[in-house]
Structure formats: structure tokens, C-alpha cells
């Protein structure tokens, strides 16, 4: 049983920041995709940057505030957020995969992309 976890969540005002971590197998944060994604109530699942290892891709709504990163010592993948909106308002999920293409293909494809994937983090932003 594949264990992706997610920790860090929590309320924060706008203009806050908080770090997104996802504890992974050694095996995921060396050598596989991965990515966030976040589920607004009421919405769908989107997903917000993919980590290929060689090239990270973030959508529109938060380039810029948002940096993916991984550390392989940790076994960890983090979002660290700022500048962050009451439209962030959203449950985080890491989600990650062996089979890779770029990290753009792997974008448009969204979840279809990702067969591994953590129960998520609550990030609630207040204005």
C-alpha cells in the first residue's frame, strides 16, 4: 500500500503563507512525477504543478505565489505558498506516478495522469 502523506495545512489570512508537505517512498521522490492538486467545494480536482523531476509546470492561478520543491534526504515533496488568496481556499492533495511524460502533457491530462495520490491537507484562507 502506497502511503502518500499531507501535512501542513491550516487558516491562515490573505496574504499569509504556508508550507505544503507530502511524505513519499524514497522510490517517488527520486524517480517519479508528482504533483498538487487542489478540490475547492463544489469544484473539480485541478491541478496546480507537476513535478517531473527535470521541469515543473504551475498553472496561471498560481504562478508565481506558489514553488514546488523536493527533498530527497526528507522523502518529501512541499508547496510552499504565499501571497495567498480566500480563492486558495481548497483541499491539497500530492498525487504521484512512475510514468512520466512532460510536465505540460502531464498537466493537461490532470488526474488521469496520477494513480497514487494522499487523502489531502485543508488550506483555508481568509480575507
Known amino acids: 500500500q502506497v502511503q502518500l502523506v499531507e501535512s501542513g495545512g491550516g487558516s491562515v489570512q490573505a496574504g499569509g503563507s504556508l508550507r505544503l508537505s507530502c511524505a513519499a517512498p524514497?522510490?517517488?521522490?527520486?524517480?517519479?512525477?508528482m504533483a498538487w492538486f487542489r478540490q475547492a467545494p463544489g469544484k473539480e480536482r485541478e491541478v496546480i504543478v507537476v513535478?517531473?523531476?527535470?521541469?515543473?509546470s504551475y498553472a496561471d492561478s498560481v504562478k508565481g505565489r506558489f514553488t514546488a520543491s523536493r527533498d530527497n534526504v526528507e522523502r518529501t515533496l512541499y508547496l510552499q505558498m504565499n501571497a495567498l488568496k480566500p480563492e486558495d481556499t481548497a483541499r491539497y492533495y500530492c498525487?504521484?506516478?512512475?510514468?512520466?511524460?512532460?510536465?505540460?502533457?502531464?498537466?493537461?491530462?490532470?488526474?488521469?495522469?496520477?494513480?497514487?495520490w494522499g487523502q489531502g491537507t485543508q488550506v483555508t484562507v481568509s480575507s
Open positions: 513535478d517531473t523531476v527535470g521541469s515543473r
Open positions: 498525487a504521484a506516478d512512475s510514468l512520466c511524460y512532460d510536465s505540460a502533457t502531464m498537466s493537461r491530462r490532470g488526474r488521469a495522469a496520477f494513480r497514487y
Open positions: 524514497e522510490s517517488f521522490i527520486k524517480y517519479y512525477c
